[in-house]
């Protein structure tokens, strides 16, 4: 069973989940913003904010740390592909860069429906062919649609012939946009998150002319060979878990490495919100890391990520 903070987190996400729909049937939802870093992780971490081809890019370090980062993280936030990256998010990565000792680039992607899914991969392959400079290690990550992007562009990398991050580090990563596994249906009463129509719906504004199963939209679709090793935290009542526990299983059969952290009462991307089941899941994320990187430990308890993000 959950804890109690989890089951009020669920509850909270599936009413938060219920107003934004009956918003959007009165027309009366605005288009969401990219948040930005607070001023309190503004005084704990460096934050450096610029442009690549146009799209804002943030290089965020620990503001404390004197020593060299132990690598690179690129994370890809997640969104559904149609919204920006939330104080969740931001959080989440404040609490990843003083655990891991990292330097971690975060990309705001190009969003659908105004933009499609080329456009959000050619942001995303742009700034790795820059970060992967070899002056430092590092490691893909994403969460939810920036998960399955992340997965899209190691197939793309490996096709490529150009270097491969050291792992792939996936939170319920969204692997294919048509949502197809014939168990999502029976999951919607459990999931507080996700809508499956709006899934669906989100997946054809992203995919555009390439359509819902081509590789670069829905990585399910690809070559399983030569991928990256991987990490995949997949919860229990979460619309794209079935998805990508089945994609776990084809990869082990094609002979990839993958771990799966399944959590069977946790819902999406349960590690960004603050409970005690997500705050461990951010401590295993954290030695992953350093592990992959051969780093060293910061395992103090971290802050609180405070309410949880509107789905």
């Known amino acids: 069973m959950p804890s109690l903070e989890a089951r009020m987190v669920m509850w909270w996400m599936r009413w938060a989940r219920l107003r934004r729909q009956r918003a959007a049937q009165r027309g009366g939802s605005a288009a969401p913003v990219p948040a930005r870093p607070s001023a309190g ?7 450096r904010e610029s442009t690549l081809d146009g799209q804002p890019l943030y290089r965020i370090t620990a503001a404390a740390s004197a020593a060299a980062p132990a690598g690179r993280i690129l994370y890809l936030h997640g969104g559904a592909y149609v919204r920006p990256i ?3 998010h931001w959080r989440f ?7 891991s000792g990292c330097e971690i680039v975060v990309p705001l992607y190009p969003l659908a429906p105004r933009h499609s899914g080329l456009s959000a991969f050619r942001c995303v392959a742009s700034v790795y062919r820059k970060e992967a ?3 430092l290690p590092l490691i893909l990550m994403g969460d939810s649609a920036g998960a399955g992007l992340a997965v899209a562009l190691a197939g793309w990398l490996r096709d ?3 270097p491969p991050p050291r792992r792939l580090l996936l ?8 949502v197809p596994h014939p168990q999502a249906m029976a999951l919607q009463p459990a999931d507080p998150m996700l809508s499956l129509d709006g899934l669906r719906r989100a997946g054809r504004a992203y995919a555009g002319a390439l359509g819902v199963d081509h590789p670069l939209i829905s990585p399910a679709h690809g070559d399983l060979r030569g991928l990256p090793p991987m990490s995949m935290y997949v919860g229990g009542r979460e619309l794209l878990g079935p998805d990508a526990l089945a994609y776990a299983e084809r990869l082990r059969a094609a002979g990839g490495s993958v771990d799966v952290h399944h959590a069977p009462t946790m819902m999406h991307v349960w590690p960004l919100l603050d409970f005690p089941e997500a705050r461990a899941a951010r401590v295993r994320i954290a030695a992953q890391v350093r592990a992959t990187l051969g780093g060293t430990a910061h395992d103090a308890e971290p802050p609180t990520l405070g309410r949880p993000a509107a789905a």
Do not use: K, Q
């Open 171 to 178: 939170l319920s990563p969204w692997l294919d946009v048509a």
């Open 133 to 135: 400079d070899g002056t």
């Open 93 to 99: 990565i404040a609490d990843l860069a003083r655990r």
């Open 86 to 88: 939330n104080r969740h």
């Open 41 to 47: 992780l503004l005084r704990r971490l460096e934050i």
């Open 160 to 162: 490529h012939g150009l």
